[in-house]
């Protein structure tokens, strides 16, 4: 565990300056299990200057076709220490440990995919006439910066990571500073692997200090952020300065709705992955289920059953939940809670921490009720394991409801009429709408929101084309 207190910067580790180190913290224990290095200006400047040197040296000499095959060869490392990666992630942010092994498959799968389009990215000719020859080239940005939350460590850094690497882009990766390790050892495997040192550099430290620096830094030639709206506004305030490209994901207060004639059976196994999986703290988790009245009372005492036989508990005992990945953030979502009881809203299960768990940041799988569209836990994002429930008689009072908050990320239609699936679909004001599912789709489909739920398209062809001009 050498890594776990320096940054990795142009293939080898690197202590930083004077600032000092930020604590990782298990959150099933609240126990420090490693440190990271706060890195600052300095060690920014260091990382995107190694980056540009590999992207205008060795990086820039390789085919695209061999580029795929050393992303190729990152997957097999990552292979070989998937064991390692996924404790790693549970240790540092807690999801059951299988989650986080089924986190790596997903990291394999990302980088695989990319991986074959390196060599597919195809300019145009243009037919303007028989005097002329026309054509278009595609060109990689150049340096890439890649800010990433905590919640699916490595399989957030890769999303981006991947298609700039195919597109031919260096980087420089800057991880949340509650869960670094396992891009801090993705980084020292990409050059195990074969990849040119300084095309992935991995920069530890606070958003408002490294993050910050990697913004503004003129080397950087494209910005990808995952996070908050707050923070998104303030990188692309940051990113005007330089008129650099932006790829924005600020999260959502995501709609499952379920029509008169929906599939309840499907519905309630739906809901309880998309709303208490990774104990909510999913972008693209479902927080709001609109019911249609004939059925609520048969969904709403469903969820609350099955959602009360969740095991909660440390991730390395593999349960079903795990706890919120910071006593910050468990604080935030008791805060929701308590404010929606204060504003009217029923709680009818969890709400509280689990009996016999003393430490750690853990709490039950909630769920409310008797909830009106314009309370505040209605309408902005918890980030939590954290339901509620709002009731419509009429097709257009639930399109109405679902589209009356500030984001637009994913949706969820259930009904067995096609027709009405379709026509609803249309009308959602989301980036992605599912359709008697959740959690749809793949690497191959592009992802993205609409209002603040932020622009951009990430994963499919439509992921790689971000990174090139």
Known sequence: MEYRLRHFIDGEWRTGGAQGTIPVINPATEEIVSETERGGEAEIDQAVKAAEAAFNGPWSVITPADRGRLMLRLVQRIEEHKN???????????????????????????????????????????????????????????????????????????RSLAPALAAGCTAVLKPAEQAPRSALRMAELAVEAGIPRGVVNVVTGYGLEAGAALVRHPGVSGITFTGSVETGRQIMSQAAAGLKPL????????????????????????????????????????????????????????????????????????????????RGQYTR???????????????????RRPDGLVKGFFLLPTVFDQVRPEMRIAREEVFGPVVVVLEFDQDEQAIQIA?????????????????????????????????????????????????ESGFGRERGLAGIHNYLQ
């Open 333 to 351: 979502v008791q805060e929701y809670i308590q404010g929606g009881i204060r504003d009217g809203a029923r709680l009818l299960s969890g709400g």
């Open 84 to 158: 390692e990666l996924a404790r790693m992630e549970t240790e540092d942010m807690g999801k059951p440990l299988r989650d986080s092994l089924g986190d790596m498959d997903g990291v394999k799968q990302t980088l695989e995919y990319n991986a074959g389009a390196a060599d597919k990215l195809q300019g145009d000719t243009l037919p303007l006439g028989p005097e002329y020859v026309d054509f278009t080239w595609l060109e990689p940005l150049g340096v890439t910066a890649h800010i990433v939350p905590w919640n699916f460590p490595l399989g957030m850094a890769v």
């Open 247 to 326: 790829v924005l994901e600020l999260g959502g207060k995501n709609a499952m709705v379920l029509f008169r004639d929906a599939d309840v059976d499907r519905a309630i196994t739906d809901a309880l992955d998309g709303a208490f999986g990774n104990c909510g703290q999913v972008c693209s988790a479902v927080s709001r289920f609109i019911v249609h009245r004939d059925i609520k009372d048969e969904f709403l005492q469903r969820l609350i059953q099955r959602s009360e036989m969740i095991r909660v508990g440390p991730g390395m005992e593999d349960p079903d939940l795990g706890p919120l990945v910071s």
């Open 403 to 451: 589209n009356d908050v500030t984001y637009g990320l994913v949706a969820g239609v259930y009904t067995q009429d096609i027709s009405r699936a379709l026509r609803t679909a249309r009308r959602l004001k989301t980036g992605s709408v599912w359709i008697n599912g959740w959690y749809l789709g793949g690497v191959q489909a592009p992802t993205g929101g609409v209002k």
